[in-house]
């Protein structure tokens, strides 16, 4: 099978739209998982970034990928990338807006302090380092009164 670009976009653009399983809102691309569709000497290759090592969504992640790109007529090979590292900095606008609005839940920016997405106040304060889940941390909005979920790097470290 000779794999061309038209190939290639095509598996992107099935894959691209899968569902996230914590936020099915939102798509493995808005969340800055998906890195690359590439062919190589085996077939066609989807390259995803992990949010968080272990982080226990992978497989279903995976498996949905698979029957995405099934689902277009192709046969795909998933394999997971530790380099780039994934850092909250890969989601997009419109996502970060959406987790804000709708899950209250922030991102911290690369720079400065990390805004609540309820109030828009910059006072948040950590309560624990353990969220909800391996990705997400909790604090504490001292201005609106509310818990916060912020979106942690892939190191565990809020980034």
Not at 80 to 99: E, H, M, N, V, Y
Not at 100 to 123: D, H, L, M, Q, W
Request: with cysteine.
């Amino acid at each position: 099978m000779t794999i061309n670009q038209e190939a290639l976009e095509e598996v992107r653009t099935a894959v691209a739209a899968v569902r996230d399983p914590e936020y099915p809102d939102l798509n493995i691309e808005q969340l800055g998982i998906l890195e690359d569709v590439v062919a190589d000497a085996a077939g066609i290759r989807v390259d995803l970034i992990p949010t968080i090592l272990g982080c226990p969504a992978l497989a279903t992640i995976e498996r949905d990928v698979l029957k995405a790109a099934r689902a277009a007529g192709y046969e795909v090979i998933v394999q997971f990338c530790s380099s780039p590292g994934w850092t909250p900095d890969r989601i997009s606008d419109d996502a970060q807006k959406f987790l804000a609005n709708e899950y209250t839940i922030a991102i911290r920016p690369r720079f400065g302090p990390t805004p609540c997405p309820v109030c828009g106040k910059t006072s948040l304060q950590d309560r624990s380092e353990v969220g909800p889940t391996l990705c997400r941390s909790v604090k504490w909005c001292p201005d609106c009164r509310n818990p916060i979920e912020v979106v942690r790097s892939r190191q565990g470290v809020n980034a």
